[in-house]
C-alpha cells in the first residue's frame, strides 16, 4: 500500500514540475513583448501621440525658450492650427530609429506614420543640419539657418508654417523682459509721486510764508 502511494506521488511530482515550469514560461513570455516595445521605437512618436512638443533634456533650451515653445504651440492650436513638433538634438533621441539621424525629411514621414492612428496634422521635425515637414508647405522654411540656436530655429519655423495656412503667430515677451518693464514702470511712478510730492511741500511752505517786498 505504501509503494502504491509512493508511485503516485512520483507520478504528480514531475506533472508539478511540468505545470511549474508552463506557469513561468507564460510569464517570461508575457513580460517579453512589453520589454521589446519599450526599447524599440522612438520616443517622439510616444510623447507626440498625446502630447504637441517632444522636448529632449539634450537640446539644452533655456527655459524662456522652453516657456515660449509651449505658449505658442497652446496658441497655434487654440488659433485653428494645431501642430506638432519634434526636436532632435541627437541620435539618442530617436531611439531605435537613429540610422535617421540627420536626415530631418525622412524622419518626419516616419513619425507621420507612427501617429497616423492618432494625429495626421501639421508635423514639424528640427534637427541641427535642417528641418523636415509633413502636411504643411515646406517652402515657408526656405531660408531659415539651422546649426545655430535650435529654439529660436524651431520658433521661427513655427511661426513660418502657421503664417502660411493663414495664422500669424505673435511671440510672447520673456519673462525677464516683462519683468524689466514692470521695474521700469513702478520706478517711474515712483519718481513722478516723489516729484509730485515735492511741489506739493513747496507750494504749501510759500502759502505758509508768503515772500514779502524788500524796502
Known amino acids: 500500500m505504501r509503494l502504491t502511494q509512493r508511485r503516485r506521488g512520483h507520478r504528480r511530482t514531475p506533472r508539478v514540475q511540468r ?3 508552463l506557469v513561468l514560461l507564460l510569464a517570461l513570455a508575457a513580460s517579453c513583448p512589453t520589454s521589446v516595445a ?6 517622439a512618436s510616444d510623447v507626440l501621440a498625446s502630447q ?3 522636448l529632449p533634456q539634450d537640446a539644452g533650451l533655456p527655459t524662456a525658450q522652453q516657456a ?3 505658449t505658442l504651440l497652446a496658441t497655434a492650436n487654440r488659433g485653428g492650427y494645431p501642430i506638432r513638433v519634434a526636436i532632435i538634438a541627437a541620435p539618442t533621441d530617436l531611439g531605435s530609429v537613429n540610422a535617421l539621424w ?4 525622412n524622419y518626419a514621414r516616419f513619425l507621420g506614420q507612427e501617429l497616423s492612428l ?4 501639421p508635423l514639424l521635425v528640427v534637427m541641427p543640419n535642417g528641418y523636415g ?10 531660408g531659415i539657418p539651422s546649426g545655430g540656436q535650435i529654439g529660436v530655429s524651431t520658433i521661427t519655423a513655427i511661426q513660418r508654417l502657421a503664417a502660411t495656412a493663414g495664422h500669424k503667430l505673435t511671440l510672447p515677451p520673456t519673462p525677464a523682459t516683462a519683468h524689466s518693464r514692470s521695474a521700469d514702470t513702478i520706478a517711474w511712478l515712483v519718481f ?4 509730485a510730492l515735492i511741489a506739493l511741500a513747496w507750494a504749501a511752505s510759500l502759502h505758509a510764508r508768503p515772500l514779502r517786498p524788500r524796502g
Open 19 to 21: 505545470l511549474v515550469k
Open 38 to 43: 519599450r526599447a524599440d521605437g522612438d520616443p
Open 52 to 54: 504637441t512638443l517632444f
Open 68 to 70: 515660449h515653445l509651449g
Open 102 to 105: 540627420r536626415q530631418p525629411e
Open 118 to 121: 492618432v494625429y495626421r496634422g
Open 133 to 142: 515637414v509633413l502636411n504643411a508647405s515646406p517652402t515657408a522654411l526656405a
Open 192 to 195: 513722478g509721486a516723489g516729484g
